[in-house]
């Protein structure tokens, strides 16, 4: 059997390193979207009309908060929604959540 030695400065740079290339790529891709969406935005991003974004506002089970005088969606609050209601997730991910500790 042989023996594999890693130099551990070697190994926490390289950890680092990767480390540092996962968090600029999550920040590249949340920095494309606000934090918290209009209505406007909600329809862009979502591709879809006033109507349907009206309809998903007025869900009691939609993210929104009204606090700031207009709904506005937390985009973070947004992608777990969407997952939580995906019927693929819902199907062949089971426990994944529970398994990370809750979501964001």
Known sequence: MSTIEVDPNILQQM???AVQEAIEQCNLASSNHPALM????????LRIGATKATELLNRED???????GHPRV???SL??????????????????WDQ???VA
């Open 100 to 102: 990370r500790g809750g």
């Open 38 to 45: 209009d209505k406007t935005q909600l329809m862009n991003f």
């Open 79 to 96: 992608m777990a929604w969407i997952d939580a209601h995906t019927e693929w997730v819902q199907t062949n991910a089971k426990g994944y």
């Open 15 to 17: 950890i680092m390193t």
């Open 62 to 68: 939609f993210p929104v908060i009204r606090e700031f």
């Open 74 to 76: 937390p985009f973070h």
